[in-house]
């Protein structure tokens, strides 16, 4: 249609129909970022233990590997918290230290694990017994973000130094094996 030497175009219902419906095609038929994005691990994706790696000089060391005991993908970053326990469940003096350091994403497919390093003092600080007050005997792991924690056997003696625990952000793997 021509108008003061202008083109007009009409663009009738029937088009508008067929340009909506292939723009709902194209929305739906391409994934969601979210839904190919696999889910976070929380406590009922995850298994936790503790792993002794060597000592010496009043110095101690040991990993927490979680691991992923589902048949999806999960996904984590970060890091854990702990909270040391006595033979009645009470709590344990307990300080955690983050060590600095990157904090990556990452994925964990069924059976793959990430760990973090602990490091604590045999030796005690000033002004404290030269035997823990109280011997932990379980140990509360709480991953990334989550509000809930799991639990496993500490056998790794006392925790001097005020219950000072030094600990590394997440790393996929199993950690060393000294």
């Given at each position: ?65 979680l691991t992923n005991k589902t048949h999806r993908t ?95 952000p997440l790393a996929k793997g199993t950690g060393p094996?000294?």
């Amino acid at each position: 249609m021509f108008s003061n030497g202008r083109i007009h175009r009409l663009v009738t219902p029937a088009a508008l129909s067929a340009l909506a419906a292939a723009a709902l095609v194209g929305i739906t038929a391409a994934p969601s970022q979210a839904a190919t994005r696999p889910g976070w691990a929380d406590t009922s994706s995850l298994s936790v233990r503790v792993h002794a790696l060597d000592s010496g000089a009043g110095q101690r060391y040991a990993t927490v590997i979680l691991t992923n005991k589902t048949h999806r993908t999960v996904r984590t970053e970060g890091y854990v918290g702990l909270q040391l326990l006595g033979s009645r469940g009470k709590d344990v003096p307990t300080h955690v230290v983050r060590d600095e350091g990157r904090t990556p994403l990452i994925t964990l497919k069924p059976g793959q694990s990430a760990y973090t390093r602990l490091h604590w003092g045999a030796v005690p600080a000033a002004g404290e017994p030269t035997k823990a007050e109280k011997n932990p005997t379980r140990l509360e792991v709480t991953p990334p973000d989550s509000r809930h924690h799991l639990n496993t056997t500490w056998k790794l003696g006392e925790v001097l130094q005020k219950g000072r625990i030094d600990i590394t952000p997440l790393a996929k793997g199993t950690g060393p094996r000294f």
